[in-house]
T-cell receptor, first 112, second 115 residues
Framework: TQLLEQSPQFLSIQEGENLTVYCNSS?????LQWYRQEPGEGPVLLVT?????EVKKLKRLTFQFGDARKDSSLHITAAQPGDTGLYLC????????????FGQGTTLQVKP | GAGVSQTPSNKVTEKGKYVELRCDPI?????LYWYRQSLGQGPEFLIY????????DSGLPNDRFFAVRPEGSVSTLKIQRTERGDSAVYLC?????????????FGPGTRLTVL
């Protein structure tokens, strides 16, 4: 059972374009994290969102946590080839041990 | 180094064999996690240690999988009677923080191939 659905699974765009990745669930999470993973490496944390409706910005990346804490989005403005990679959302439940439930990931390719 | 390290980086074995995968977490991190990532998928939780004890092993797929962390630092994931379906990248992560949802720092993974 996939508790976190990410869409799209694959995205190939030209440099300079904008894009949005979605992460949806029927479950409520205490927090949601976004990671980026390069081939042959482990995921690297980009951001953690905790409060419903929260918006965080990291340079050209904007992260939003849904009001009900069931969904999140990642928006990239003016994508660059260096943004290429696998983007993963991961949720943590309240009272949990801290284990993360990951989505299946979005593979982003930005062409120069 | 300052990050999480995992050895070996690659392991090829034959069906039915026993393998051990090692994780060296960031010094001082009390929480340690093992995940498994299949091709084209996100990581899947296996087991969580707080100190020396396994606080949550609900993700271990069956009794062929076992993990230890005897001194509260290095951890070893052990797989008995390997099957082709065990082929995946095994990721280890460590974290210094409680409460829930603190950042986890991942190692590069061990790619296990069962022939």
């Amino acid at each position: 059972t996939q508790l976190l659905e990410q869409s799209p699974q694959f995205l190939s765009i030209q440099e300079g374009e904008n894009l949005t990745v979605y992460c949806n669930s029927s479950s409520v999470f205490s927090s949601l994290q976004w990671y980026r993973q390069e081939p042959g490496e482990g995921p690297v944390l980009l951001v953690t969102v905790v409060t419903g409706g929260e918006v965080k910005k990291l340079k050209r990346l904007t992260f939003q946590f849904g009001d009900a804490r069931k969904d999140s989005s990642l928006h990239i403005t003016a994508a660059q080839p260096g943004d290429t990679g696998l983007y993963l959302c991961a949720g943590a439940y309240s009272g949990n041990t801290g284990k993360l439930i990951f989505g299946q990931g979005t593979t982003l390719q930005v062409k120069p | 180094g300052a990050g999480v390290s995992q050895t070996p980086s690659n392991k090829v074995t034959e069906k039915g064999k026993y393998v051990e995968l090692r994780c060296d977490p960031i010094s001082g991190h009390t929480a340690l996690y093992w995940y498994r990532q299949s091709l084209g998928q996100g990581p899947e939780f296996l087991i969580y240690f707080q100190g020396t004890g396994a606080a949550d092993d609900s993700g271990l797929p069956n009794d062929r999988f076992f993990a230890v962390r005897p001194e509260g630092s290095v951890s070893t994931l052990k797989i008995q009677r390997t099957e082709r379906g065990d082929s995946a990248v095994y990721l280890c992560a460590s974290s210094a923080t409680i409460p829930v949802g603190g950042p986890q720092f991942f190692g590069p993974g061990t790619r296990l191939t069962v022939l």
